[in-house]
Nanobody, 123 residues
């Protein structure tokens, strides 16, 4: 059974930084495409960034230059380094995974999800 567990959320001031991590309880972690999504109150869940097993990445435009996704295939972890945080980044952030090589931005493409971690950016 695939399990994803996020950590690292919290409260930070505008302009601050946070690093989210997700540990995956899977075999052959490198065969999974991993993604970070977020859901703000009253809004739909949206794609933030994704990374394939070979390290290719994709970031949504609204986080480019501020957020960076990375992975460690030995430790079965995927991370999201967030900097220059804004109040509009406030959301529950979810780690997601799918077997494959392509990074998809739609949540329906991902089969496995963590429970989420809250990120709150104060103004």
């Amino acid at each position: 059974q695939v399990q994803l567990a996020e950590s690292g959320g919290g409260l930070v001031q505008t302009g601050g930084s946070l690093r989210l991590s997700c540990v995956a309880s899977v075999r052959s972690f490198s065969t999974y495409v991993m993604g970070w999504f977020r859901q703000a109150p009253g809004k739909e869940r949206e794609f933030v960034a994704g990374i394939s097993g070979d390290g290719s990445t994709s970031h949504e435009d609204y986080v480019k230059g501020r957020f960076a996704i990375s992975r460690d295939n030995v430790k079965n972890t995927v991370s999201l380094q967030m900097s220059s945080l804004k109040p509009e980044d406030t959301a529950v952030y979810y780690c997601a995974g799918r077997v494959g090589t392509s990074i998809f931005t739609r949540e329906q493409a991902y089969d496995y999800w963590g429970q989420g971690t809250q990120v709150t950016v104060s103004s």
